[in-house]
């Protein structure tokens, strides 16, 4: 008789395993990119989102997440309230935020404590209320372009490009009230305002050099917005941070981290095809994919892309090809990508503190209760001796997993189960094979005769 060797385990064990690890990262990922749910009887009367730092700048995941948190504030009834600091960003998401802020239904203020340059200057002169720090910076709106080889920047001046962008500013201007002639300058001059000469010149509304300052400035102040009047009285407000989503995107659309993908992705895939290594094509794939990220190709289209490869990839991996390889890394980290780029709904529903701690306990319950079972099944299995009879008037025919050869062992699937085996013979994956006889915890084969 031959005993498997505890080492060896069950390749149905190792598909369950596989299974709750791949649900178990589903759900944590799931739980980890939920927004924000607020109590229902919170106390807070406006919405604050910074644009700063790794989010500052303006982008589609920007524009994203500023046209969340309006529609989050929108259906709450409460201004939004935006910390504005950057060095501007790509000329059609700011132009989409504007718009978004033009057609907003409840007051929108603006705080630039440090600076708000090109792209940043068209958003906070969308604003009902621009709030600046005395040394506060805005201006400087004229488009550039850059390559994205040699990183030179030229400034464009051609009127096709130039002309909208100026009257897209007028159109701010005139909607809140703004100094319509200065605005110009920003495009044509490059003109820079500190806040003391933007309140001057009619550009800034107010100064203040704290949020907590911003709060006390704008208390009193009346606007009509859609026929609704507002008398702002801030005491509090909530701050909505970005989605993991948001993170993940301003991530891949880094041009470093883009090229980098698209580089190793295409280039990586040649090679792969070239040397006949196709079973590490799925990796190549996957970078290919997030390289689109970067791309105008929706991210709603590739996180469906993702998450179809991810799941086409788990299911060869898990039914057709045995073992735990190549294709259910990467279809698990397709599954991962694809849901961290899925767009989050807004978070338009509020959901009761013992509602919610009830279904984390049923889904919290759930889940232990499956490990605990997968985790009982595993050592009940692996505690089991497994034999199989071996008389040399019998073959045992098997079929390589791995390539053997003098001195290199690896794996060999016997009956659906994995077994640590040498040759003294080379021998390809997917050979058969036949037990020769048994060394310990190894099995000796040949090819079959």
């Given at each position: 008789m031959l005993k498997v060797a505890r080492a060896v385990h069950n390749i149905e064990i190792l598909r369950s395993l596989y299974i709750f690890t791949i649900t178990l990262c589903l759900f944590v990922i799931s739980v980890s990119i939920t927004e924000p749910v607020f109590a229902r009887n919170s106390s807070y009367n406006a919405v604050l989102i910074r644009i700063e730092g790794y989010t500052s700048l303006i982008d589609t995941p920007v524009q994203e997440y500023v046209q969340r948190a309006l529609r989050f504030a929108e259906e709450r009834r409460v201004p939004l309230l935006?910390?504005?600091?950057t060095y501007g960003g790509?000329?059609?998401?700011a132009l989409n935020i504007v718009n978004t802020l033009l057609e907003s239904k409840v007051p929108i203020i603006v705080y630039v404590k440090n600076k708000a340059y090109s792209a940043g200057t068209l958003i906070a002169l969308a604003s009902h209320i621009l709030v600046m720090s005395k040394n506060g910076v805005i201006g400087a709106a004229q488009p550039v372009s850059i390559n994205p080889v040699t990183g030179e920047v030229v400034f464009v001046n051609e009127s096709k490009i130039v002309n909208p962008i100026i009257k897209v500013l007028e159109?701010?201007?005139?909607?809140?009230?703004?100094n319509r002639t200065l605005?110009?300058?920003?495009?044509?001059?490059?003109?820079?305002?500190?806040?003391?000469?933007a309140l001057k010149f009619g550009i800034a509304n107010v100064l203040a050099e704290s949020l907590e300052e911003v709060l006390r400035v704008v208390r009193g102040v009346e606007l009509n917005i859609s026929g609704t009047l507002w008398r702002l009285d801030i005491d509090s407000y909530e701050e909505l941070k970005p989605g993991i989503d948001i993170y993940a995107l301003v991530f891949l659309r880094n041009s470093a981290v883009n090229s980098i993908l698209l580089f190793i992705g295409i280039f990586g895939t040649l090679i792969l095809i070239t040397s006949g290594r196709l079973e590490l094509l799925p990796i190549t794939i996957l970078l290919l994919l997030l390289a689109l990220v970067g791309s105008d190709i929706s991210n709603r289209v590739i996180s469906l892309l993702l998450m179809a490869l991810g799941a086409v990839m788990l299911f060869i991996?898990?039914?057709?090809?045995?073992g735990f390889g190549i294709l259910g890394i990467s279809g698990i980290l397709s599954l991962i990508f694809g849901i961290l780029l899925t767009p989050l709904p807004t978070a338009s529903y509020v959901?009761?503190?013992?509602?919610?701690?009830?279904?984390?306990?049923i889904i919290s319950c759930s889940t232990g209760s499956l490990f605990l079972f997968i985790l009982y099944?595993?050592?009940?299995a692996l505690r089991k001796p497994r034999t199989i009879s071996y008389a040399p008037e019998r073959k045992i025919i098997g079929k390589a997993v791995d390539k053997l050869g003098s001195g290199t062992k690896g794996f060999v699937m016997i009956d659906g189960e994995l077994w640590i085996a040498e040759s003294d013979e080379v021998?390809?994956?997917?050979?058969?094979?036949?037990?020769?006889?048994?060394?310990?915890?190894?099995?000796?084969?040949?090819?079959k005769r």
């Open positions: 935006i910390y504005l600091d790509y000329l059609d998401p159109i701010c201007a005139s909607a809140r009230n703004r605005v110009k300058r920003f495009v044509y001059e490059n003109v820079v305002l500190t806040g003391e000469e991996e898990l039914f057709i090809t045995p959901v009761d503190v013992t509602t919610l701690w009830r279904a984390l306990v099944k595993s050592i009940k021998i390809e994956p997917g050979e058969e094979v036949e037990v020769v006889e048994r060394k310990g915890f190894v099995i000796k084969v040949r090819k």
